[in-house]
């Protein structure tokens, strides 16, 4: 399918559309359920101390880091050879065909093969490394509520609705900017301190506007990836 020129008509355009069509996906849900679900292991694991403030503080402080790797090294991988055979995923695959036709709802989700690895991967982490299981929790908790606001703002970008807030409008903004004027730039998504950190956020002006903002160079026809 070839992308569209705009948002079409179809998109949500307000406040309440976008909350309902938001909640109909499947990726969002799982995230509220974990979220959900490690609140009340958390409230109910008591222990509350200035620790878990620490560990939300640190996530929190990584986290526009790691939007910033996650985009750069994962969504925009580009095919390699190795040993004569194409090394590709499906994850940056599922990515350029965002890029291609970002007005496609289901491709602005994180891929739900995904979430066959990453809760384990995350919780496994935090028990590993958190002094008390309590702890653990508030990690997997405060993580995986950033990931959820993660996918509200991204699909946000890709409706017909413009956010109001200043700060929203920001990160809007910022987005489109990647999708439109240049594919090599402003990566951040619900946090821009690590284009700036990592010299990836210059002044508009300055980036010519990129042909291949679409295509990320790469001439491969693809369409939807599970």
């Known amino acids: 399918m070839g992308a569209s020129p ?11 559309d976008c909350v309902r069509a938001f909640a109909s996906h499947a990726s969002p849900r799982i995230l509220a359920l974990i979220v959900a679900a490690a609140a009340v292991a958390r409230v109910a694991a008591g222990g509350w101390s200035l620790v878990d403030l620490g560990i939300a503080a640190a996530i929190v402080a990584f986290w526009p880091i790691q939007e910033w790797l996650i985009h750069v090294c994962i969504l925009h991988w580009r095919p390699r050879e190795l040993a004569g055979l194409t090394l590709d995923f499906r994850t940056p695959k599922k990515h350029r065909a965002h890029h291609r036709d970002p007005w496609r709802l289901e491709l602005v989700f994180i891929p739900l093969h995904v979430y066959a690895y990453a809760p384990l991967l995350v919780g496994g982490l935090w028990w590993a490394v958190a002094p008390s299981p309590a702890q653990a ?90």
Do not use: C, I
């Open 6 to 16: 705009g948002p079409g008509r179809d998109l949500p355009a307000t406040l309440p």
């Open 137 to 226: 929790l508030t990690g997997v908790l405060v993580y995986f509520a950033l990931s959820l606001h993660y996918e509200w703002v991204h699909f946000l970008v890709h409706t017909r609705y413009r956010p109001r807030s200043r700060h929203y409008e920001r990160l809007w903004r910022n987005h489109r900017l990647h999708h439109f004027k240049n594919e090599r730039f402003w990566y951040g998504v619900t946090m821009l301190s690590g284009d700036r950190l990592l010299r990836t956020a210059p002044a508009v002006d300055d980036v010519p506007t990129s042909p291949t903002a679409r295509t990320l160079g790469l001439d491969d026809g693809l369409g939807a990836a599970g």
